[in-house]
């Protein structure tokens, strides 16, 4: 926490002298500390901290010069400015020895009341920004800190997922499955229903432990945005959904697209998981998937529009949320539409649908531009 007001040590043998500093740097934003002596002073710093320390040269017993150099052979006090203050020797041989033991500043007096107001408030803000700037990295600090933790994190839910969930899950489908063959012929209806109930939730858990997996591996994914022909990634996903979209009959079009800053890894998982939707969600008719692509001041607008079921307006912000689908009888995971937000948040865009009152939807992102 930064304290409201910084301390500013005043050091002179003679206590008038002391009033007439206190008097001409009285501020609400100063603590003002008076010290007698060069032992006075040393045994206040090492109690508290301070912006600034005014220090008069000539004072008997310890001088200013012995007080300086006490206060940077000590690790503690080694980084506190020091102007000081004097009305004896002028010469540059008594400055040239005052910037040797540390001072910022000398000033000789009588002192200009406007010069000195100014030198304090330059120290007194560089202290000020001094504080923010290690109130800051501490906070820095426990972020990293945090971070390292979450990271760590993300690694046991990676092993997780990747060995010690999958395995008994296949364990469970697997002997499920032997066992309904085993007993086929001698269960009825129900119960063998229940069996394929089972079967079916175990196949369904298992698409979502992947899908989980792969928004823990997107998250953590390289920020690289090369330039990115567009056209040929659509190709390869296109390629890559060639057995759904034949066995669907669906037809996947685009108009002509642009080569823009983005991962081509990250672009084909938001083109891949938008496919595989309006495949999966179709309606009546075979899947229609038309892709588009407008430039903006910003960057690029990319849509997918589809001819699919439609996504209610109540619906259309929660499906890019993790396991959020529209409806429970429906297929999928919900985390298709959360692996496309966090891909093309990755790149610093938004993404959003728009449906019609007939069905169809269109997914819009937006790609920004790079240098």
Request: net charge negative; proline share 5%.
């Amino acid at each position: 926490m930064i304290p409201s007001s910084v301390s500013v040590l005043m050091v002179d043998d003679v206590p008038d002298n002391l009033l007439v500093l206190e008097e001409l740097l009285r501020h609400p934003g100063r603590r003002l500390v008076r010290a007698g002596s060069g032992n006075e002073a040393l045994r206040l710093m090492l109690k508290q901290e301070f912006a600034l320390v005014l220090l008069d040269v000539q004072m008997p017993g310890m001088d200013g010069y012995e007080t300086a150099e006490l206060m940077r052979g000590a690790e503690s006090t080694r980084s506190i400015p020091i102007i000081f203050m004097t009305a004896g020797d002028r010469s540059d041989e008594a400055a040239f020895r005052g910037y040797d033991v540390g001072a910022v500043d000398f000033l000789y007096k009588p002192i200009n009341p406007q010069l000195l107001l100014n030198k304090v408030e330059v120290f007194v803000e560089l202290h000020r920004r001094n504080l923010e700037l290690c109130a800051l990295n501490a906070a820095l600090e426990r972020a990293t800190d945090a971070l390292h933790e979450k990271v760590a994190d993300l690694e046991s839910v990676n092993q997780t997922i990747s060995h010690d969930l999958r395995a008994p899950l296949r364990s469970i489908v697997g002997f499920t499955e032997i066992l309904a063959e085993s007993l086929e012929g001698r269960l009825d209806d129900e119960t063998a229903g229940h069996f394929r109930r089972i079967v079916a939730a175990g196949e369904r858990m298992g698409r979502m432990l992947d899908d989980l997996y792969r928004l823990l591996r997107l998250s953590a994914a390289e920020q690289v945005f090369p330039p990115t022909e567009c056209g040929a990634v659509f190709r390869g996903v296109v390629d890559d959904l060639r057995g759904d979209i034949e066995s669907s009959g669906a037809e996947v079009t685009s108009d002509a697209l642009p080569t823009l800053r983005a991962n081509p890894v990250l672009l084909a998982q938001i083109f891949q998981n938008l496919f595989a939707n309006a495949i999966k969600f179709r309606g009546g008719e075979h899947p229609r998937v038309h892709v588009t692509a407008e430039a903006q001041p910003s960057g690029w607008q990319i849509g997918v529009r589809d001819n699919g079921i439609g996504i209610p307006p109540a619906a259309r912000e929660r499906v890019f949320g993790l396991f959020d689908r529209v409806g429970e009888t429906l297929p999928g995971t919900g985390v298709g539409l959360a692996l496309c937000k966090r891909a093309v948040e990755k790149h610093g865009g938004r993404i959003w649908v728009e449906s019609g009152p007939s069905g169809g939807s269109t997914f819009y992102f937006t790609i920004p531009a790079r240098e």
